[in-house]
């Protein structure tokens, strides 16, 4: 896709996953729905074609929102774009209901994302790396109504300029690995499992690890006790085994559109609650079903006297280092005295991810963003970076925003309502403007 330097988008989106893409719906649905200029968007994302999460797509991973939390419904009910639309131009609908389940499995929800991108192919490149944020230097003596957008080609062509209006910044979580444990072909995170576990031979792979207390370490660890029926399968868990996910009914209100005005228009107590309280609705919690998978496994190998699969309880990573072939693992546990160790050919760490930092990519345009008494980015309701008067190019962040709106900042929860909102931010900017 060519841009022109000259032209001046309405809206540039760094990054093309689930949230970029709900924002794109929203604006796709705003221009069929006025007779107003329809706002001009460029989409640009690293990855050779759109993926989310692939690497986690095991076969019996289902997801933990609803199916109605899709990329339009909680924003528009009637929209040709939701999850129920996937399933009737599939052909699946009265499958699907007959199912009885509001979790379709992860798998499926991918190939419903994947449906919903193909009818933006002409907004997005791919391939594309967003390098910069800059201004441009027509700018350098007054205002600045858009930036320049620098974006590296993925395919050795070089760099270009997109001149913008507004920005979109979502570029996804960072993987998290203890300090000082490098990633390699033997020690994995579970954001790479799938592509690093399927280049190893199944012969290979004779005693594996999991760190974490999460979802994702349990279905991990799951996965490799049913694919590798003659490895041992560690679990390495810094908690007493796995905590429940808390997904009852008022629980799950922390992620209704309205907690996000609950949150954000609320008072630092407020706001200490929503985490101490709720904590336990997504971190470092699993699925009930999970659990129970994993205990039935462990209760069968007890009755038949084989001992395949080992909990690791109270237990943290110290070190992690190559002897050999083999990894070898260093452990602290609060239930043996002294070090413990482990020798693995293959270590997976589901240690969780961080917030998106978007000052990287913000470079020098840092400077022009107010930031809170902590430090953090002062952020809109309609999730804009508050800046300075001379910067009237509005910045907003799909992610990375919890310290403002909450819980459900990054998560599929609120991702249809959040981007109408940034949306209908953009829009009335844009009338603004015109007018």
């Known amino acids: 896709m060519g841009t022109s330097a000259q032209q001046i988008h309405d809206v540039v989106g760094i990054g093309f996953g689930p949230s970029n893409l709900s924002l794109a719906i929203a604006l796709e649905e705003h221009r069929a729905n006025s007779s107003a200029r329809p706002v001009t968007a460029a989409f640009f ?26 990329l339009a419904t909680f924003r528009n009910p009637v929209s040709r774009f939701s999850f129920v639309s996937y399933l009737h131009s599939t052909g699946r609908l009265a499958n699907f209901v007959n199912t009885q389940t509001f979790f379709p499995t992860r798998h499926q929800f991918h190939q419903y994302l994947e449906w919903a991108e193909s009818s933006f192919a002409d907004r997005v490149s791919y391939n594309a790396t ?20 620098e974006v590296e080609n993925g395919d050795g062509t070089g760099t270009r300029l997109v001149n913008a209006r507004n920005v979109a910044i979502s570029t996804g979580l960072v993987p998290r690995l203890p300090e000082g444990v490098e990633r390699d072909e033997r020690v994995w995170h579970s954001s790479e499992f799938l592509e690093k576990f399927r280049r190893m031979a199944p012969g290979e792979l004779r005693s594996v690890a999991v760190v974490g207390a999460g979802q994702s370490a349990a279905e991990i660890t799951r996965f490799l006790y049913d694919s590798l029926p003659h490895a041992q399968v560690s679990a390495i868990i810094p908690s007493y085994g796995y905590s429940v996910a808390d997904d ?17 228009f609320g008072t630092a107590r407020t706001r200490e609650a929503f985490w101490h309280y709720h904590k ?11 659990i129970r998978d994993l205990h039935r496994r462990a209760y069968d190998e007890e009755v038949a006297g084989v001992k395949r699969l080992h909990f690791r309880n109270l237990t943290r990573v110290n ?40 000052s990287a990519i913000l470079g020098d345009l840092d400077r022009y963003c107010l930031r809170d008494a902590t430090g953090r980015h002062r952020v809109e309701r309609d999730y ?35 981007g109408g909102e940034i949306a209908d931010s953009i829009v009335d900017g844009r009338a603004r403007a015109d007018g």
């Open 45 to 70: 994302e690293r990855q050779p074609a759109f993926g989310w999460h692939r690497n986690m797509l095991l076969p019996s991973a289902t997801m933990q929102v609803s199916f109605l939390k899709d």
């Open 130 to 149: 967003v390098t910069r944020i800059g201004l441009p230097p027509e700018g350098a003596s007054g205002a600045f109504p858009y930036v320049q957008v």
């Open 248 to 264: 009852t009914p008022f629980a799950n209100q922390v992620f209704d559109p309205a907690a996000v005005d609950d949150y954000y």
């Open 280 to 290: 336990n609705t997504n971190y470092s919690v699993v699925d009930d079903e999970v």
């Open 319 to 358: 070190e992690v280092k190559r002897v050999g072939q083999e990894t070898r693992v260093s452990m602290e546990s609060l239930l043996e005295s002294g070090p413990q160790e482990l020798d693995v050919d293959a270590l997976v760490f589901a240690t969780g991810y961080d917030a998106m930092e978007p």
């Open 384 to 418: 804009r970076l508050v800046t300075t008067p001379e910067l009237s190019c509005g910045i907003y962040l799909q992610g990375g925003t919890e310290h403002t709106h909450g819980l459900s900042a990054s998560l599929l929860s609120n991702i249809a309502v959040r």
